[in-house]
């Protein structure tokens, strides 16, 4: 932390204590709960969220696909894969199906660790510590880039000897230099043992089109934190050194969907996503 003009300012993310619970600024974990149709926002949020989704209706099917994927994803890794460790990076506002809801609900012995920097996130943490008696539930107060701090507290709830599942849902699109973004993945991943997972989400403009860049712009101008898509090749990066699942990297909502008995395909959403193991 750094004083700026008689504020305290945070030397990693550039903000300061004051705009940390700001309810006059648009926040990413208080929209995206907006979009996802939850509760915990403010006007600013909502103002913010309607026009995004004025200039890109798609937004909403991302956010929901995104919560979508991650319901599939931790069923297969607490069923089939049997993952019993979770570390959530980025987690978000409670919501229904959180990690450890789903996780839990097919191996109540799982253990999960959330983590988030946003301090509106922190306050309703407590509705992330509902473990089953068998499992855990821990919430850490978190920059992702502080991996030091994240390992040594998720040690607490996590044996880091054992696999985890390393998630980070549609977070690294807010680190915006992708050497920064690739050395919180490789950070992670360094510290969990062989058979351990990456389960990563992330917006691109491939998939988005015009109108996703000029909603995105406007994010930037009037929200915070900032945000950045990446390609499908730099997102691939993040992967290097794991074996990626089927099917592969791939609009999230395509992801091993689950098909109704009548219809097609789910709709192709700007949001990647995959499932990588550790070898
Ligand atoms: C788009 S939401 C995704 C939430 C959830 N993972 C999901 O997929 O539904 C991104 C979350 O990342 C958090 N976040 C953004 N930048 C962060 C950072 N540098 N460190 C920790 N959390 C961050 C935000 O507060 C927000 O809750």
């Known amino acids: 932390?750094?004083?700026?003009?008689?504020?305290l300012v945070d030397d990693r993310t550039g903000f300061s204590e004051a705009t940390r619970l700001n309810p006059g600024v648009a926040h990413n974990a208080r929209v995206w709960n907006y979009w996802l149709g939850g509760k915990d926002h403010y006007p600013a949020d909502r103002e913010?969220?309607?026009?995004?989704?004025?200039?890109?209706?798609?937004?909403?099917h991302v956010a929901r696909a995104d919560r979508a994927f991650l319901g599939r994803v931790v069923s297969h890794l607490a069923g089939q894969a049997g993952v019993r460790q979770f570390l959530?990076?980025?987690?978000?506002?409670?919501?229904v199906d959180n990690t450890h809801e789903v996780a839990q609900r097919l191996a109540p012995e799982s253990r999960i660790v959330y983590v988030d920097n946003d301090p509106l996130v922190l306050v309703h943490a407590r509705a992330l510590l509902t473990s089953t008696p068998e499992g855990a539930t821990d919430y850490i107060d978190a920059d992702a880039r502080d991996t030091a701090k994240i390992l040594r507290e998720a040690a607490r709830t996590l044996d880091l000897d054992r696999p985890v599942a390393v998630m980070l849902l549609g977070i690294l699109n807010f680190i915006l230099d992708t050497d920064e973004a690739l050395a919180i993945v490789?950070?992670?991943?360094?510290a969990v043992p062989s058979g351990s997972y990456l389960v990563l989400t992330h917006p691109t403009l491939e998939l988005g089109g015009e109108a996703n860049v000029e909603a995105m712009r406007f994010w930037n101008e009037h929200a915070t934190p900032p945000i950045t898509a990446r390609s499908g090749e730099e997102i691939a990066r993040f992967f290097d050194g794991l074996d990626i699942l089927d099917p592969g990297l791939v609009s999230c909502s395509l992801w091993r969907p689950?098909?109704?008995?009548?219809g097609g395909l789910p709709t192709r959403i700007s949001q990647y996503g995959a499932l990588a193991r550790k070898p």
């Open 186 to 190: 490789r950070g992670l991943m360094a």
């Open 258 to 262: 689950d098909l109704p008995e009548i």
């Open 1 to 7: 932390m750094t004083r700026e003009q008689g504020e």
């Open 48 to 60: 913010v969220g309607e026009r995004v989704f004025g200039m890109f209706p798609n937004i909403v």
């Open 88 to 95: 959530d990076v980025g987690t978000g506002l409670p919501t």
